[in-house]
């Protein structure tokens, strides 16, 4: 049965947001159809399509739905904050990029599946999220340097890096459902994560 409530038009395009991510996530996106979607949000087919034109055109706007904003604002403030060392610094914001994954991940699994046969869903996921986080984070890992807090490394590789070793630590523990016998939480893993990073694995005093 149609749904006959009248929701503002930002709330509606909303609405349809998150039952279609819902959706995607359950059943795939390829075997989700614009009728299904109408069914479970008890609307027309039509309604949808006032908001978007196609099915894909639902995925593409799914890209900016994980906002980013909280995350870049976390960032920054740990990257400013005087009372945090480098160390307590790398561990934050490891913390809040572990935290922002699992939050999301629902659309992250999505995304990447389809990346891999959509090529303007890959260029909008890489131009939206991450070339526009990558950059702040680069940024702030270069004011580090000219600090004298870190090597002069290159900023973007260790950027990729640290994202890399995040994005795949998500993927296998939670996504994959793989237990390695650890039981750790965000702050935990991000401990463990920035001792790597900062110290290596080497024994103190050992360069080989």
Do not use: C
């Amino acid at each position: 049965m149609q749904s006959t409530e009248r929701l503002p038009a930002p709330q509606r395009r909303q609405q349809i947001l998150d039952t279609a991510l819902e959706l995607f996530a359950e059943r795939g996106y390829s075997a989700t159809s614009t009728r299904v979607l109408a069914q479970r949000l008890g609307v027309s087919e039509a309604l949808i399509f006032r908001y978007f034109a196609t099915k894909r055109d639902i995925l593409l706007a799914l890209i900016s739905a994980p906002s980013l904003l909280e995350l870049e604002e976390e960032i920054a403030h740990i990257a400013g904050d005087p009372h945090k060392d480098v160390e307590a610094r790398w561990v934050a914001g490891i913390t809040a990029l572990l935290r922002y994954l699992r939050r999301n991940q629902r659309f992250f699994r999505i995304i990447y599946d389809e990346a891999q046969r959509d090529r303007e869903v890959a260029n909008a996921y890489l131009e939206q999220v991450l070339t526009r986080l990558g950059k702040t984070v680069v940024g702030y890992f270069q004011e580090s340097i000219d600090r004298g807090e870190h090597r002069r490394l290159n900023a973007g590789l260790v950027t990729t890096a640290v994202f890399g070793t995040v994005f795949n630590l998500v993927v296998v523990k939670d996504w994959l459902h793989i237990q390695d016998g650890q039981q750790l939480d965000e702050e935990q893993m991000a401990r463990e994560l920035a001792d790597i990073f900062l110290h290596g694995v080497l024994p103190s005093g050992k360069s080989s």
